[in-house]
């Protein structure tokens, strides 16, 4: 049974461009959930994806935006890149029906922006 | 609004210490509360979790009680082992919710 797996795994991108990020949760979940974590902190909540559609968001301005798939899968887009935006992204699955207080995590792809 | 408060880091203790690891929380209403690891190149894992004032969670060794009347989650264990090296993330969540508010992390390095 595969967990909860991200790519790009590292990726550099350069002030103003656009990045995709992929996530595929874990088998039987049905919500994705995207965090930002930049070095030595916490990771913040982004938005979180239910039946195709952003169920809820974090404080992040309307550069970050997302995508749930048919198959739950989820991408995150972020435009317009910052400096600031490097961090390690992390997917988060669950399912919402049967919600135990367990997120399961992916490894996260790493973005750095020049 | 909700946010966690965790002891700074690093943490270096020898095999077989005494480990704790402060945390303390503000929120509205009665959240739910986390310890997560992350041991090194893998993802994030829960390590134990409390849903209620008094509840004490438990596994591989690490305790932590909820305590509302301090609104804190502090993790414990009694003898740590190399193998508990990783970086230790105290969270909430609010009634109902599934989404997450960590705290800045711990990283906690057992020396034999």
């Known amino acids: 049974d595969a967990g909860v797996t991200q790519s790009p795994t590292h990726l550099i991108k350069t002030r103003g461009q656009q990045v995709t990020l992929r996530c595929s949760p874990k088998?039987?979940?049905?919500?994705v959930s995207w965090y930002q974590q930049a070095l030595g902190q916490g990771p913040q909540f982004i938005f979180q994806?239910?039946?195709?559609?952003?169920?809820q968001r974090g404080n992040f301005p309307d550069r970050f935006s997302g995508h749930q798939f048919p198959n739950y899968s989820s991408e995150l887009n972020v435009n317009a890149l910052l400096l600031g935006d490097s961090a390690l992204y992390l997917c988060?699955?669950?399912?919402?029906?049967?919600?135990?207080?367990?997120?399961?995590f992916g490894e996260g792809s790493r973005l750095t922006v020049l | 609004g909700n946010s966690v408060t965790q002891m700074e880091g690093p943490v270096t203790l020898s095999e077989e210490a005494f480990l704790t690891i402060n945390c303390t929380y503000t929120?509205?209403?009665?959240?739910?509360l986390f310890w997560y690891v992350q041991y090194p190149g893998e993802g994030l894992q829960l390590l134990l979790k409390?849903?209620?004032?008094?509840d004490k969670g438990s596994n591989k060794g690490f305790e932590a009680t909820y305590r509302k009347e301090t609104t804190s989650f502090h993790l414990e264990k009694g003898s740590v082992q190399v193998s508990d090296s990783a970086v230790y993330f105290c969270?909430?969540?609010?009634?109902?919710?599934?989404?997450?508010?960590f705290g800045t992390g711990t990283r906690l390095t057992v020396i034999p």
């Open positions: 409390a849903t209620k004032a008094d």
């Open positions: 969270a909430l969540s609010e009634t109902g919710a599934n989404n997450l508010f």
């Open positions: 988060a699955s669950t399912w919402t029906s049967g919600y135990t207080g367990e997120l399961f």
């Open positions: 994806y239910y039946e195709e559609e952003e169920r």
């Open positions: 088998s039987g979940h049905d919500t």
């Open positions: 929120a509205t209403g009665y959240p739910s």
